[in-house]
Protein backbone atom coordinates (compact mmCIF):
# COMPACT_ATOMS: atom_id res chain seq x y z
CA UNK A 1 0.00 0.00 0.00
CA UNK A 2 1.45 2.89 -1.27
CA UNK A 3 1.22 6.11 1.49
CA UNK A 4 3.24 8.80 4.07
CA UNK A 5 4.14 7.17 7.54
CA UNK A 6 4.80 9.66 10.20
CA UNK A 7 6.64 8.93 13.54
CA UNK A 8 6.28 9.26 16.00
CA UNK A 9 2.85 9.68 16.71
CA UNK A 10 3.52 11.13 20.00
CA UNK A 11 7.02 12.85 20.65
CA UNK A 12 7.87 14.89 24.13
CA UNK A 13 10.75 17.64 24.10
CA UNK A 14 12.53 18.89 27.06
CA UNK A 15 13.81 22.25 27.65
CA UNK A 16 17.24 22.78 25.19
CA UNK A 17 16.95 19.93 23.20
CA UNK A 18 16.31 19.60 19.76
CA UNK A 19 13.73 16.84 18.28
CA UNK A 20 13.53 15.39 14.95
CA UNK A 21 9.96 14.18 13.11
CA UNK A 22 10.34 11.48 10.64
CA UNK A 23 8.14 11.60 7.32
CA UNK A 24 8.97 8.61 4.66
CA UNK A 25 6.71 8.29 1.39
CA UNK A 26 6.67 5.52 -0.89
CA UNK A 27 4.39 7.56 -3.73
CA UNK A 28 7.36 8.14 -5.68
CA UNK A 29 6.69 11.65 -5.22
CA UNK A 30 8.79 14.48 -6.33
CA UNK A 31 7.92 17.24 -3.36
CA UNK A 32 6.98 17.11 0.22
CA UNK A 33 5.67 19.75 3.09
CA UNK A 34 5.40 20.48 6.60
CA UNK A 35 2.83 21.90 8.40
CA UNK A 36 2.26 22.71 11.51
CA UNK A 37 -1.52 23.00 13.12
CA UNK A 38 -2.64 24.29 16.03
CA UNK A 39 -5.78 23.07 17.64
CA UNK A 40 -8.88 24.91 16.04
CA UNK A 41 -6.64 26.18 13.63
CA UNK A 42 -5.32 25.29 9.84
CA UNK A 43 -2.56 24.32 8.56
CA UNK A 44 0.74 26.44 8.43
CA UNK A 45 3.58 25.74 6.24
CA UNK A 46 7.15 25.54 7.70
CA UNK A 47 9.28 23.80 4.41
CA UNK A 48 8.37 22.63 1.60
CA UNK A 49 10.87 21.05 -1.29
CA UNK A 50 10.13 19.83 -4.63
CA UNK A 51 13.28 17.91 -5.51
CA UNK A 52 16.12 16.17 -3.99
CA UNK A 53 18.87 18.51 -2.37
CA UNK A 54 16.52 21.18 -2.23
CA UNK A 55 13.89 23.40 -0.54
CA UNK A 56 12.57 26.57 0.40
CA UNK A 57 11.39 28.57 3.68
CA UNK A 58 7.46 28.63 4.28
CA UNK A 59 5.80 30.46 6.29
CA UNK A 60 6.75 30.13 9.71
CA UNK A 61 10.11 28.37 9.24
CA UNK A 62 12.18 29.76 12.21
CA UNK A 63 12.88 27.62 14.65
CA UNK A 64 12.93 24.42 12.04
CA UNK A 65 15.29 22.80 9.97
CA UNK A 66 14.72 20.04 7.00
CA UNK A 67 17.47 17.64 5.10
CA UNK A 68 15.90 16.40 1.48
CA UNK A 69 18.79 13.87 1.12
CA UNK A 70 16.57 10.93 -0.48
CA UNK A 71 13.34 10.96 -2.52
CA UNK A 72 11.56 9.16 0.18
CA UNK A 73 12.43 11.35 3.19
CA UNK A 74 11.64 14.57 4.67
CA UNK A 75 12.72 14.71 7.74
CA UNK A 76 11.48 17.97 10.24
CA UNK A 77 13.86 19.23 13.39
CA UNK A 78 12.77 21.34 16.06
CA UNK A 79 15.46 23.50 17.53
CA UNK A 80 15.86 24.35 20.91
CA UNK A 81 15.37 28.24 19.01
CA UNK A 82 11.23 27.31 18.55
CA UNK A 83 9.81 28.56 22.09
CA UNK A 84 6.39 27.24 21.13
CA UNK A 85 6.67 23.84 19.19
CA UNK A 86 3.54 22.32 21.24
CA UNK A 87 1.39 21.32 17.77
CA UNK A 88 0.11 18.61 15.67
CA UNK A 89 2.69 18.22 12.57
CA UNK A 90 1.81 17.05 9.26
CA UNK A 91 3.92 15.67 6.66
CA UNK A 92 2.36 16.18 2.83
CA UNK A 93 3.39 14.54 -0.52
CA UNK A 94 2.50 15.46 -3.84
CA UNK A 95 3.53 15.18 -7.96
CA UNK A 96 5.88 17.37 -8.98
CA UNK A 97 4.27 21.24 -9.97
CA UNK A 98 4.92 20.83 -13.62
CA UNK A 99 5.17 24.71 -13.80
CA UNK A 100 5.52 27.21 -10.78
CA UNK A 101 1.81 28.52 -10.81
CA UNK A 102 0.71 24.83 -10.80
CA UNK A 103 -0.25 22.48 -7.42
CA UNK A 104 -1.21 19.48 -7.51
CA UNK A 105 -3.72 17.07 -4.23
CA UNK A 106 -1.20 16.34 -1.64
CA UNK A 107 -1.28 13.40 0.42
CA UNK A 108 -1.16 13.32 4.12
CA UNK A 109 0.12 11.30 7.08
CA UNK A 110 -1.39 10.76 9.97
CA UNK A 111 0.47 13.25 11.86
CA UNK A 112 2.73 13.60 14.32
CA UNK A 113 1.82 15.37 18.09
CA UNK A 114 4.68 17.33 20.01
CA UNK A 115 4.09 18.63 23.56
CA UNK A 116 6.76 19.91 25.58
CA UNK A 117 7.64 18.40 28.75
CA UNK B 1 -4.77 36.89 7.04
CA UNK B 2 -5.17 33.17 5.55
CA UNK B 3 -5.87 33.03 2.04
CA UNK B 4 -9.06 30.99 2.48
CA UNK B 5 -11.41 31.82 4.98
CA UNK B 6 -14.13 28.70 5.75
CA UNK B 7 -17.46 30.08 6.61
CA UNK B 8 -19.48 28.56 8.85
CA UNK B 9 -16.58 27.97 11.63
CA UNK B 10 -19.03 25.28 12.59
CA UNK B 11 -21.98 23.03 11.47
CA UNK B 12 -24.17 21.11 12.71
CA UNK B 13 -26.96 18.68 11.29
CA UNK B 14 -28.87 15.59 11.10
CA UNK B 15 -28.23 12.91 9.04
CA UNK B 16 -29.86 12.94 5.10
CA UNK B 17 -29.97 17.04 5.44
CA UNK B 18 -27.14 18.37 3.09
CA UNK B 19 -24.24 20.29 4.52
CA UNK B 20 -23.12 23.74 2.40
CA UNK B 21 -19.37 25.19 3.66
CA UNK B 22 -18.00 28.33 1.62
CA UNK B 23 -14.76 29.44 1.18
CA UNK B 24 -13.22 32.90 0.44
CA UNK B 25 -9.87 33.78 -0.80
CA UNK B 26 -7.71 37.14 -1.87
CA UNK B 27 -5.44 36.39 -4.66
CA UNK B 28 -6.09 35.11 -8.03
CA UNK B 29 -5.73 31.45 -7.73
CA UNK B 30 -4.82 28.03 -10.26
CA UNK B 31 -6.70 26.16 -8.54
CA UNK B 32 -8.90 25.33 -5.43
CA UNK B 33 -8.87 22.03 -3.16
CA UNK B 34 -11.43 20.86 -0.33
CA UNK B 35 -9.86 18.27 1.95
CA UNK B 36 -11.37 16.76 4.85
CA UNK B 37 -9.75 16.31 8.45
CA UNK B 38 -11.24 13.18 10.60
CA UNK B 39 -9.88 14.12 14.79
CA UNK B 40 -6.48 13.14 15.46
CA UNK B 41 -5.88 12.12 11.96
CA UNK B 42 -4.47 13.62 8.75
CA UNK B 43 -6.08 15.60 5.92
CA UNK B 44 -7.91 13.61 3.23
CA UNK B 45 -8.07 15.22 -0.77
CA UNK B 46 -11.56 15.35 -1.74
CA UNK B 47 -11.65 17.51 -4.73
CA UNK B 48 -9.86 20.00 -6.88
CA UNK B 49 -11.15 22.32 -9.33
CA UNK B 50 -9.17 24.80 -11.62
CA UNK B 51 -10.22 28.39 -12.01
CA UNK B 52 -11.56 28.07 -15.52
CA UNK B 53 -14.00 25.56 -14.49
CA UNK B 54 -17.24 26.18 -12.42
CA UNK B 55 -18.37 23.15 -10.87
CA UNK B 56 -17.32 19.67 -10.35
CA UNK B 57 -18.86 16.77 -8.64
CA UNK B 58 -17.64 13.18 -7.27
CA UNK B 59 -20.34 11.16 -5.66
CA UNK B 60 -22.00 13.39 -3.04
CA UNK B 61 -19.70 16.16 -3.36
CA UNK B 62 -20.56 19.34 -5.42
CA UNK B 63 -18.47 21.89 -5.48
CA UNK B 64 -18.25 25.27 -6.65
CA UNK B 65 -15.82 28.42 -7.94
CA UNK B 66 -17.03 31.40 -8.64
CA UNK B 67 -13.35 33.71 -9.27
CA UNK B 68 -14.94 36.95 -9.85
CA UNK B 69 -16.42 36.57 -5.95
CA UNK B 70 -13.51 34.50 -5.23
CA UNK B 71 -15.64 32.55 -3.28
CA UNK B 72 -15.86 28.64 -3.39
CA UNK B 73 -18.65 26.43 -1.75
CA UNK B 74 -18.44 22.48 -0.86
CA UNK B 75 -22.11 20.71 -1.07
CA UNK B 76 -22.44 17.20 1.08
CA UNK B 77 -26.01 15.85 -0.21
CA UNK B 78 -27.76 13.44 2.02
CA UNK B 79 -25.19 13.52 4.88
CA UNK B 80 -23.77 10.90 7.17
CA UNK B 81 -23.02 10.75 10.47
CA UNK B 82 -19.37 9.47 8.96
CA UNK B 83 -19.38 12.56 7.16
CA UNK B 84 -18.42 14.47 11.04
CA UNK B 85 -14.57 15.99 10.39
CA UNK B 86 -13.18 19.13 9.70
CA UNK B 87 -13.67 20.49 6.49
CA UNK B 88 -10.48 23.05 5.00
CA UNK B 89 -10.44 24.86 1.43
CA UNK B 90 -7.15 25.50 0.01
CA UNK B 91 -5.94 27.74 -2.89
CA UNK B 92 -2.91 27.10 -5.44
CA UNK B 93 -1.61 30.75 -6.11
CA UNK B 94 -1.16 31.80 -9.55
CA UNK B 95 1.68 33.50 -10.91
CA UNK B 96 4.72 34.09 -8.33
CA UNK B 97 7.00 31.20 -7.63
CA UNK B 98 4.77 29.01 -5.61
CA UNK B 99 5.71 25.86 -6.76
CA UNK B 100 2.84 24.17 -5.98
CA UNK B 101 2.56 25.32 -2.50
CA UNK B 102 -0.91 25.37 -1.08
CA UNK B 103 -2.36 27.90 1.47
CA UNK B 104 -5.19 26.51 3.82
CA UNK B 105 -8.13 28.14 5.53
CA UNK B 106 -9.38 27.85 9.10
CA UNK B 107 -11.53 24.73 8.21
CA UNK B 108 -15.40 24.11 9.58
CA UNK B 109 -16.13 21.68 11.47
CA UNK B 110 -19.30 19.29 10.58
CA UNK B 111 -21.22 17.62 13.03
CA UNK B 112 -23.40 15.02 11.49
CA UNK B 113 -26.58 13.82 14.17
CA UNK B 114 -27.55 9.98 13.69
Known amino acids: DGGITQSPKYLFRKEGQNVTLSCEQNLNHDAMYWYRQDPGQGLRLIYYSQIVNDFQKGDIAEGYSVSREKKESFPLTVTSAQKNPTAFYLC????????????????FGDGTRLSIL | SQQGEEDPQALSIQEGENATMNCSYK?????LQWYRQNSGRGLVHLILIRSNEREKHSGRLRVTLDTSKKSSSLLITASRAADTASYFC??????????????FGQGTILTVHP
Open chain 1, 92 to 107: ASSMYAASRDKSQPQH
Open chain 2, 90 to 103: ATGNAGGTSYGKLT
Open chain 2, 27 to 31: TSINN
